[in-house]
């Protein structure tokens, strides 16, 4: 767990989150503020900064984290759905502990 991230914090139930699903690598948690109708997030338990940090070794979680995209999309009534991954403040990343955004429903963000 890194100190003074949020994600971590939520993966840790430090901070309260509107979870969807979880398990031993991952968790998965409603947007605090959406950018759709549905918009949840896909992270990691471990502290990984971006999708640029990530290396050979992270190879199975991010395609785990990937792979659980349609299943969530699925069980939340999605019959489609955009993925997005924000990397690094020019790619527009907020929060420095990657995540898959997953968004439906509904209003979707054009890009
Ligand atoms: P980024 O821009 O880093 O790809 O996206 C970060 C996302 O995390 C944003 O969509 C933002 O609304 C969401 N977020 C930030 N803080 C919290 C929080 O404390 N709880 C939840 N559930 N989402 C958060
Ligand atoms: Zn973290």
Redesign the pocket.
Known sequence: MSENC?FCK?ANGV?P??KIYEDEDVIA?????P?ARI?F?IVPKIHIESLAHCETQHQTLVGKMLLLAPKLAKEQGLAGFKT???TGVDG?????HI?I?VLGGGNLPKT
């Open positions: 949020i939520i901070i989150s509107k948690f409603n947007d605090i503020n950018s918009h997030l997005l991954i924000n527009g990343q907020e929060v420095f995540h955004h």
